[in-house]
């Protein structure tokens, strides 16, 4: 019986030499070559303003939240259905969140119901492309326009997929992207930033080396730098830009892999009546990052985990809605109570499977044999 993990972090075998290279720079601290190397390849990939490496995604938002210069009370409309960071940024900054349903179809946000959420306080909407698949932007986008307010994509899962033929992350003013060991592409820990609307760029770099403009003063243009704003040392190390090197020169045979993997999921699952696959719109491409089912119940989803333990595959669970998070319960009483039956479905019954670059295709045959022998079993009792 195989022993098959959830997550397994994939190496290109470059990192080391690369982290050796970035030490015999003798510059250990941020912003060094291999950091001006990974964003001048995203700059030119996303044809965004700017673009900033940071030590996680989580820290990438958190410079979203102080762009968006919110005041106390200002509202943000964020999905139920994410994963903790995307709200903490901004509640951090004392904004107001408003927890919007995902849609029936999709985990994603409901861009129908987004214009009911608005009121004279919002300010900024956040969208999460979960499982790296677009949320309709169109929609979003429209509704952003129509009341002046900021759209801040989270893209944590997103590299590399596209809406309508442009790429996530480019869409928004404002887009955070994961390089966590759970991600596509990988350092660890590790994060980024990316500006697509001009007026964000130099206060945000700024924001980025500890509230002062030691970023100029190291390109030669000014010749001392001081305090000049808000901040924190959101930098990652030069060395671990040079694992994330490491992992972009193999951007295309690693997503190619993960696709792979994702087709022979949906195909060998499709004819499974009892469970749900993901849906793809039209508008949306995917990059491999997550394959999930949908189970009936939390109970059938329970025991399909377990019994895909005993057999030596493991699985997991994703966000519980964070409507009903005990910190909501006490900072937010009244989101609490919101109904949000969509983002609690999810909750309830989505599960992922095992997904990752070096997972061969026997093992995840296996998976497939497993899942539909525990429908079958379950159908003849």
Same mark, same amino acid.
């Given at each position: 019986m195989p022993k098959i993990p959830f997550n397994l972090p994939h190496f290109t075998g470059n990192e080391l030499d690369y982290i050796k290279l970035s030490l015999q720079t003798g510059w250990t601290g941020g912003n060094g070559s291999f950091t001006q190397k990974c964003e001048s390849f995203f700059k030119e990939k996303l044809h965004a303003k700017s673009v900033l490496l940071t030590s996680s995604c989580t820290d990438a938002l958190e410079m979203c939240a102080l762009l968006c210069e919110l005041k106390p009370d200002d509202e943000v409309i964020v999905p139920s259905y994410t994963f903790v960071s995307s709200a903490l940024a901004f509640v951090r900054c004392g904004a107001?969140?408003?927890?919007?349903?995902?849609?029936?179809?999709?985990?994603?946000?409901?861009?129908?119901?987004l214009e009911s959420l608005i009121t004279s306080r919002t300010k900024v909407i956040v969208v999460v492309h979960y499982a790296g698949i677009a949320c309709n932007m169109d929609k979003i986008m429209c509704v952003a326009s129509k009341y002046r307010l900021l759209v801040v994509e989270d893209a944590a899962q997103a590299i590399d997929s596209y809406?309508?033929?442009?790429?996530?992350?480019?869409?928004?003013?404002?887009?955070?992207?994961?390089?966590?060991?759970?991600?596509?592409?990988?350092?660890?820990?590790?994060?980024? &930033?990316?500006?697509?609307?001009?007026? !964000?760029? +130099?206060?945000?770099?700024?924001?980025?080396?500890?509230?002062?403009?030691?970023?100029?003063f190291f390109r030669g243009e000014i010749n001392k730098y001081g305090w000049k704003d808000t901040g924190s040392s959101f930098l990652p190390a030069d060395y671990v830009a040079a694992f994330l090197w490491a992992q972009l020169e193999q951007l295309v045979q690693i997503q190619e892999r993960r696709i792979e993997i994702w087709n022979q999921y949906y195909f060998g699952l499709k004819d499974i009546n009892q469970i749900k696959l993901p849906n793809i719109p039209d508008y949306a491409t995917n990059n491999g990052h997550i394959f999930y089912i949908l189970c009936?119940?939390?109970i059938e989803r329970s025991k399909l985990i377990s019994y895909l333990k005993t057999h030596g595959v493991n699985t997991a669970f994703?966000? &519980?809605?964070?409507?009903?998070?005990? !910190?909501? +319960?006490?900072?937010?009483?009244?989101?609490?109570?919101q109904n949000l039956p969509f983002a609690d479905c999810y909750t309830e019954q989505l599960l992922r499977l095992p997904l990752y670059a070096d997972l061969n295709s026997s093992e995840v045959a296996y998976v497939i044999n497993a899942i539909k022998e525990f429908y079958t079993i379950k159908e003849s009792i």
């Open positions: 107001k969140i408003v927890f919007a349903d995902s849609s029936k179809d999709s985990p994603c946000i409901d861009a129908d119901k809406y309508k033929g442009s790429l996530l992350g480019t869409i928004g003013h404002l887009a955070a992207f994961s390089f966590h060991e759970s991600k596509n592409i990988q350092c660890g820990e590790g994060g980024m &930033l990316v500006i697509n609307d001009e007026r !964000f760029c +130099k206060r945000a770099e700024i924001l980025w080396e500890k509230g002062t403009d030691r970023a100029q009936s119940s939390g994703h966000y &519980l809605s964070l409507h009903k998070s005990d !910190f909501v +319960k006490q900072y937010q009483p009244d989101s609490y109570l």
